[in-house]
């Protein structure tokens, strides 16, 4: 009787919690600034949904700030995804940044990375900034107090219906 008396006092921690706790975490206005330099361009879409999984929960109560603090700076294969001439390969993405440029996030094309793809200001997207350098401009706003986020995008290999 004792054991079992000991077993259940043991246990009322974890017996009375029967879910998980939401938590708000008292988050002020974001200073972010993305480092896209992606292997292969067709993971820009995956890069994009970091920006989405930090304006989102940002943009509703109890926090409702504006995403005019975040800036997202592109010096990899990603670029092609902003050239005019690649608009209908990559439709979404570039409808995507279009619409986080319409409320307020800056998108920054390294001028070096444009230079070695052969680009020039007419033949990229018109919401896109060409910076001198993209490591420049990461310091730069890591200087200001941003913070540097550089999304891990790895390839999917599971569906999360199978493995949920």
Not at 26 to 36: E, G, H, L
Not at 84 to 104: P, Q, T
Request: hydrophobic share 45%; aromatic share 12%.
């Amino acid at each position: 009787m004792r054991l079992i008396a000991v077993l259940l006092i043991a246990l009322a921690p974890v017996l009375a919690r029967a879910e998980a706790t939401l938590v708000n975490t008292p988050y002020t206005a974001p200073k972010v600034v993305y480092d896209f330099f992606l292997d292969d361009p067709a993971k820009m879409g995956a890069a994009l949904y970091w920006v989405r999984s930090l304006i989102l929960p940002l943009s509703v109560p109890p926090y409702e700030y504006d995403p005019e603090t975040i800036k997202v700076v592109l010096h990899g294969t990603e670029l092609v995804t902003v050239a005019k001439k690649n608009e209908e390969k990559y439709k979404d993405v570039v409808e995507r940044m279009r619409y986080y440029a319409s409320l307020g996030i800056e998108f920054k094309v390294c001028g070096l990375a444009m230079h070695d793809y052969g680009y020039t200001l007419k033949d990229l997207q018109d919401f896109i900034q060409v910076v001198p350098s993209a490591p420049v401009e990461l310091v730069y706003w890591q200087n200001q107090g941003y913070a540097v986020v550089v999304p891990n995008i790895m390839d999917k290999k599971f569906d999360i219906e199978k493995i949920r």
